[in-house]
């Protein structure tokens, strides 16, 4: 209806075929956003975002969807941040020589993070949006082991059994990651509501703590 065109692509990962949507730039020389989304969610979280005409006009906007939601082997949840990380890898060699900027919301926030201390050298700067990073503030949630239970898991819709299955290993893979954010070397930003009921605010003052 707004007349802008969002190209369809995809990749292998892993034998896995992974699904991304871009709004192309006229220049090849503009620096690339990759919107990498939450849990549960999808690459068209970010439709309203890309419709800004002042993004359109200054980046080449991306947005991926994560294992196991959209078009990227719906249902089958990849458990770890590295396999996330690398999940996304390709990306940033679809776009090799450009300016990357990586933009990760909730779940997507570490998945970010993680790319950044992983692929340093491609990455350009690097934007936490609500993102969960700091392990002691996860939630204790006991009732996630029940419901990834065989005899429940069948009867839940794919998207939350994926969801259910990473939010799961989230926490140990926070702790996992904690000597790690030395190897963040690009330009950050933190953006985090002060009344976030699910995102606690503590996040951004962890990310500040670590963050160099």
Not at 12 to 19: A, S
Not at 29 to 44: E, F, L, M, R, W
Not at 128 to 154: C, F, H, M, Q, Y
Request: aromatic share 8%; glycine share 8%; with cysteine.
């Amino acid at each position: 209806q707004k007349g802008i065109t969002i190209e369809s692509e995809q990749y292998e990962f892993q034998g896995r075929r992974m699904n991304y949507l871009c709004i192309p730039h006229a220049s090849d020389t503009v620096p690339v956003a990759i919107y990498v989304h939450g849990s549960p969610g999808s690459s068209k979280d970010f439709f309203k975002t890309m419709l800004d005409s002042s993004l359109r006009s200054n980046f080449e906007l991306v947005t991926v969807d994560r294992p196991g939601f959209g078009q990227s082997g719906f249902g089958e949840s990849e458990r770890t941040l590295d396999s996330q990380a690398a999940s996304i890898k390709p990306l940033l060699e679809v776009y090799k020589g450009r300016k990357i900027i990586v933009i990760g919301h909730s779940y997507g926030g570490p998945v970010v993070c993680k790319m950044a201390m992983k692929y340093a050298e491609q990455i350009n700067g690097l934007m936490i949006v609500a993102g969960s990073i700091a392990p002691e503030l996860e939630p204790k949630e006991p009732w996630r082991k029940t419901l990834d239970r065989n005899w429940i898991r069948w009867a839940l819709p794919r998207a939350m059994v994926a969801s259910n299955q990473e939010i799961m290993a989230l926490k140990n893979e926070l702790y996992r990651m904690e000597k790690e954010w030395d190897q963040v070397r690009c330009a950050t930003l933190v953006l985090q509501g002060k009344k976030d009921k699910l995102v606690p605010p503590g996040n951004a003052d962890y990310a500040e703590e670590k963050i160099t």
